[in-house]
């Protein structure tokens, strides 16, 4: 028998098996013996009469699995340095008495990867730092979870209260679709509404009714752009959200702070560890990115096939266990299945991609995780989650290890490759930085499912 293997596109490793005719007949007259005939016993009908009621090539077909075994290809495989994912696919040239019998195993193997040279190029990559805004911004989120509301009846309403009305829109008289609401909430001032009824309604009282004149602007949808328009309103409940005050006995009453100050650390020292996580996101991130766009790739479409379903049937799972339908959800928004897959295939792609250049640069830079660096990492949580901790770690399955190894290996290309690449550091905002690359785009079918559900 003569072996030989040739790496193809669409990352199929095709093996050829070479079998003298003689070499692969034995085989194949066994695979005969196996048929009943009728008029002969098991084993006993002549060849050449089974061969005219089957085949030569559908014989030698069958003859391959009792020359060559799973085990024996599988072998074969792996000694070329490739794996594959799948069953491999079968096939056998046309056989003709006499001469080889030719046999093909076709293996879709793992995506191929050719990088490009990335050692001492120029990249920029965002760098956050924590900001007193920051500070504040996330003390002030504390606080409105303590806030306390009033209903007001003794006073009118002022922007900051929480509304409730009922409102009817006419345009020369007649109702127009979306013009109407019955216990419709929002804060004063925020403009959700057009600014005008807002303001019209800055003054009235519960159970107070008056008409609002308003103009529609001309960036407005455009049956209503550049018209005028009455609402009549009528408040039923106004509400005064008050927040907290910021003291010591605040901080000891939701923190085992004692003063203002050490709470304010507190809240610097977690938002510092937030950012250095996402500084280390956005540097592995970028540079993942900029080496694929120097490199070439290569990926099975069996393999895109098979993350493309995987991708749309979490998001499948994952609505249902909201109460919802992503199948109806893409229908509704006029979109259908089709865009939904094609979404799903381009963010399989990037994942894909993503993967490969992550392990292709593992592998060529030698980066190993240990299991110290992972207790290492943990232990980062051990602050975070204080008692916590020790059940956290008692309840951690293998998908989080993997997860913690994953992170331990981008730090770790990360660290290794600001040294061999020049890379910038900036603002997030910075000019200088490319707009970052959209996500799957269910968020298109959503918003004009929405949409759709306002007419």
């Known amino acids: 028998m003569q072996k030989s293997f040739e790496l193809k596109p669409d990352c199929k490793l095709t093996f050829t098996y070479t079998y003298d005719y003689d070499e692969a007949y034995p085989e194949a007259l066994k695979v005969a013996n196996t048929i009943r005939f009728p008029g002969f016993r098991k084993g006993h009908a002549p060849f050449g009469l089974v061969v005219r009621s089957y085949g030569l090539d559908a014989l030698?077909?069958?003859?391959f699995s009792k020359l060559m075994?799973?085990?024996?290809l599988y072998r074969d495989l792996d000694e070329t340095g490739h794996n594959s994912m799948?069953?491999?696919e079968f096939s056998t040239k046309p056989v003709k008495k006499?001469?080889?019998v030719v046999y093909e195993v076709v293996?879709?193997?793992e995506p191929q990867v050719e990088l490009g040279e990335y050692k001492g190029t120029k990249l920029t990559v965002p760098e956050e730092t924590v900001t007193d805004e920051m500070i504040d911004n996330r003390i002030q989120a504390e606080l409105r979870k303590q806030t306390s509301f009033t209903n007001i009846t003794d006073r009118p309403c002022q922007n900051g209260d929480m509304v409730t009305v009922d409102y009817a829109g006419t345009i020369d008289g007649v109702a127009f679709a979306g013009g109407s609401a019955d216990n419709a909430s929002f804060r004063l001032g925020e403009h959700t509404y057009l600014p005008e009824l807002e303001d019209g309604i800055v003054g009235m009282s519960v159970g107070e009714e008056k008409d609002v004149n308003v103009h529609f602007p001309e960036t407005y949808d455009k049956s209503l752009a550049g018209k005028d328009a009455v609402f009549h309103v009528k408040l039923s409940a106004i509400v005064e959200e008050k927040l907290p005050e910021l003291d010591d006995d605040f901080v000891q009453d939701i923190s085992d702070f004692d003063t203002v100050e050490e709470y304010r650390e507190s809240v610097r020292k977690a938002l510092q560890k937030e950012v250095e996580d996402r500084n280390r996101r956005h540097l592995s991130d970028r540079i993942i990115e900029h080496v694929e766009n120097l490199s070439k790739i290569e990926i099975s479409g069996q393999m895109m096939d098979m993350q493309t379903q995987h991708i749309y049937d979490t998001y499948v799972k994952r609505y249902a266990a909201m109460g919802r339908d992503y199948e109806k959800m893409l229908e509704s928004s006029g979109l259908g299945k089709q865009f939904g897959m094609m979404m799903c295939r381009e963010e399989a792609e990037r994942l894909l991609k993503s993967y490969v250049i992550t392990q292709k640069l593992v592998s060529e830079l030698g980066i190993e995780v240990t299991d110290e660096d992972i207790e290492d990492l943990m232990e980062e949580s051990r602050e975070e989650l204080g008692d916590?901790?020790?059940?956290?770690?008692e309840r951690?399955?293998?998908?989080?290890?993997?997860?913690l190894r994953e992170e331990c290996q981008l730090r770790k290309l990360g660290e290794a490759m600001k040294e061999l690449m020049e890379i910038t550091f900036v603002a997030p905002d910075d000019p200088s930085l490319k707009p970052a690359a959209p996500e799957a785009g269910n968020?298109?079918?959503?918003?004009?499912?929405?949409e759709d559900g306002k007419e």
């Open 98 to 100: 006499g001469e080889p």
């Open 396 to 403: 951690m399955t293998e998908t989080d290890k993997d997860a």
């Open 443 to 450: 968020e298109q079918a959503e918003e004009k499912a929405a």
């Open 60 to 63: 030698f077909d069958s003859a």
């Open 388 to 393: 916590r901790y020790d059940e956290f770690v």
């Open 86 to 88: 799948f069953y491999p």
């Open 69 to 72: 075994t799973m085990k024996d």
């Open 107 to 109: 293996w879709t193997i």
